[in-house]
């Protein structure tokens, strides 16, 4: 199913999907477990962890909850409701499992997921993956003209945006980040049929969304800058993209100590 054709709002066409498959997947256990589309937040595995039964059939995704990368693909397989078919394993990076690097994934970083006998990995890479090979709405429109910008703003989130707003912190984050955000208003402006970068919600809200996150708490907090002020296209993307039970479930829990984190790496040392 695709999101967003006709006339019905596209964000109406996924909450629907994803209740009737809700009660697809209730019904096939019997409807034991109401709360199926909310994930519990397994603890993370650390280096006294068992590896799971690797390469068994299941379909694993390793992710860090702390991780803006992981958090892109985590946030695929929940608004396509690959809860059930598509396994999250968290990892402790402080206090890595050997076997993460020897057994699944040599490049030792997350995310990566472990589908069909082979372990893939890198964000952006796993984010088309995971739309294009499951099950699910598709989060990529057909329009040409939407694709094209699609994959601008996908290769310049990377490339550009995430380094440069970082790169920022150390300099003049004001005007520096301030530039970047101003880029993102820009781009909410140019499709007018909904809230989100192509319009319909798609992979470049996805992509954007774990990075405007910290951003948007840390900024504040480091440079009194609040990065929504005379950008209401950005204003009201937080707010839709906040509506989403699928990304809101993947959002970090402990903010302090994400900003802790922000002021130590990012902040120039007195
Ligand atoms: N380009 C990678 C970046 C992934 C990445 O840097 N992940 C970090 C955690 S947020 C990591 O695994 N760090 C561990 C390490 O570098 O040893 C992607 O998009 O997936």
Known sequence: MVVGGGGRSYLRELVDWTLEKKKKDDKARGGVWGLSVQDLLLPSLDSTSQPPSLFDGTTRLYINYQCPYSQRVWITRNVKGLQDMIKLVPIDLQNRPDWYKEKVYPKNKVPSLEHNNKVTGESLVLVKYVDCNFEGPSFLPDDQEKRKFA?????????????????????DARTLAGAQFDYLEKALHKFDDGPFFLGQFSQVDIIYAPFIERFHVFMPEGFNYDITTGRPKLTKWIEEMNNLDGYKQTKVLEQEKMVEYYKNRFLPKA
């Open 151 to 171: 994959e601008e703003l996908i290769a310049y989130s990377d490339t550009t945006f995430v380094p440069e707003v970082y790169k920022s912190f150390a300099k």
